[in-house]
């Protein structure tokens, strides 16, 4: 059975394997999956950053 690629895969999977495997394992992985935050609030805080941050448009 093949896995799935993810988004971050397909677009630079090629040109930078060892940063998809941060953000695919560790970031989305470890960081994102801890208890200490509810799904909701982790959501709530990353749009905001992002918001803030001047990013408000989502691109697909």
């Known amino acids: 059975m093949q896995r799935q690629l993810?988004?971050?895969q397909k677009t630079?999977?090629?040109?930078?394997?060892?940063?998809?495997?941060l953000t695919d394992d560790v970031l989305l992985?470890?960081?994102?999956?801890?208890?200490?935050?509810?799904p909701h609030e982790r959501?709530?805080?990353t749009i905001s950053?992002?918001?803030?941050?001047?990013?408000t448009e989502i691109s697909s």
């Open 43 to 45: 959501s709530l805080i």
């Open 29 to 38: 992985g470890n960081v994102w999956g801890r208890k200490d935050l509810s």
């Open 6 to 8: 993810t988004g971050a």
């Open 12 to 21: 630079i999977g090629d040109f930078a394997p060892e940063l998809i495997e």
């Open 49 to 55: 950053s992002l918001i803030t941050g001047g990013t």
